[in-house]
């Protein structure tokens, strides 16, 4: 992290000040006012904002908690152990993002001077224009915004080593100056920041830790719908299941389960998305165009085109006003 940034962060807060002057628990008055450590968006944010950030409180062990927002944590300097839904240990180190949903709990253990996290507390309604930006049909993008809005589930967080991914690192940072130095404009730059840095965590997703067994499950969709995005044209269900040593049936159930679509659903997606992409934006017949996205049966791609737009490809290319896909 840069070094004007750090010099920021490195102070002693006031909070900090009366756990190193003897005072043996965080100011839970701070954060909440419920009897359940809820860390409450109304007691981080100021009235009217969607996103703030805050250092972590260092040199006390921070209790079990929820949140009822999403806290991105990101690890500016050291490395800080979380424990997550009472049973799972992860170690950010410096560099890393960790996302929590507001269903997980999480407590810290203690962190010294040079351990520095910072902790994004963002509404979910922040997101709206960060994943405006995102294309409309992007089955790994659906994903992630479903995994981190969701109101229950067995994981609740997704932890990113992307220490060494310059373009996330600097979107990161960016987004620290500017809420730190309270930057004019900065509600729109900073949805614009968020949306940038989704896009590049799209690119990413084998940097999402693969060891946590409580996400195995969801990292393993992540990984199959990657799949899906880069190898759309020949992707095979049969080959996927081979590059993970499990079964047609093991990953076909999960992704249904997950997902709410079956794997033939996410490709046909996939492949009809990047179709009229190809239709309004380039000159290529439709022929070519069909066997391009992976099709060799023209007959059953118009059936299908004309089953989600209500039109044929040819009429979708001519039509100035283009309607909206039919899932």
């Known amino acids: 992290m840069r070094k004007e940034l750090l010099e920021k962060l490195l102070p002693i807060t006031t909070e900090e000040q009366s756990i190193l002057d003897g005072s043996q628990n965080v100011q839970q008055d701070l954060y909440t006012q419920s009897r359940d450590f809820v860390v409450d968006s109304k007691k981080m944010l100021e009235k009217g904002k969607l996103i703030d950030v805050r250092p972590h409180t260092r040199f006390v062990h921070f209790p079990k908690h929820r949140h009822n927002y999403i806290e991105i944590v990101y690890m500016c300097s050291g ?16 560099g890393d993002l960790l996302f929590l949903t507001p269903n997980a709990s999480q407590e810290i253990l203690p962190a010294s001077t040079e351990d520095i996290a910072i902790n994004f507390i963002v509404l979910p309604e922040f997101f709206d224009d960060a994943f405006s930006m995102m294309d409309d049909e992007n089955v790994l993008r659906e994903f992630l915004v479903e995994t981190l809005r969701q109101d229950s589930g067995s994981a609740g967080y997704i932890h990113f080593h992307v220490a060494d991914i310059v373009p996330v690192q600097n979107l990161i940072e960016n ?18 920041t968020m949306g940038l840095l989704f896009l590049n965590l ?21 990984s199959c719908l990657r799949y899906i995005e880069e190898n759309y044209r020949n992707a095979s269900l049969t080959e996927l299941s081979a590059q993970h040593k499990q079964s047609i049936y093991y990953l076909s159930k999960l992704i249904k389960r997950y997902t709410g679509s079956t794997y033939k ?13 190809l239709l309004r934006n380039t000159k290529l017949s439709i022929s070519d165009i069909i066997s391009y996205v992976g099709y060799d049966n023209t007959s059953y791609f118009y059936r299908i085109f004309k089953e989600k737009y209500s039109m044929s490809p040819k009429e979708y290319r001519d039509c100035k006003t283009l309607p909206p896909v039919v899932h």
Do not use: G
């Not at 620290?176 to 309270?182: A, F, K, V």
């Open 202 to 222: 799209l690119n990413y997703t084998d940097k999402i830790n693969q060891n946590e067994p409580d996400c195995y499950e969801q990292n393993l969709v992540f």
């Open 79 to 94: 490395q800080t152990t979380h424990i997550i839904n009472d049973t799972n240990q992860v170690v950010l180190s410096e």
């Open 265 to 277: 659903e996410l490709l046909q997606t996939k492949r009809f998305h990047k179709a009229v992409e």
């Open 175 to 192: 987004m620290i100056w500017s809420l730190l130095n309270h930057q004019a404009n900065r509600r729109r730059i900073n949805q614009a």
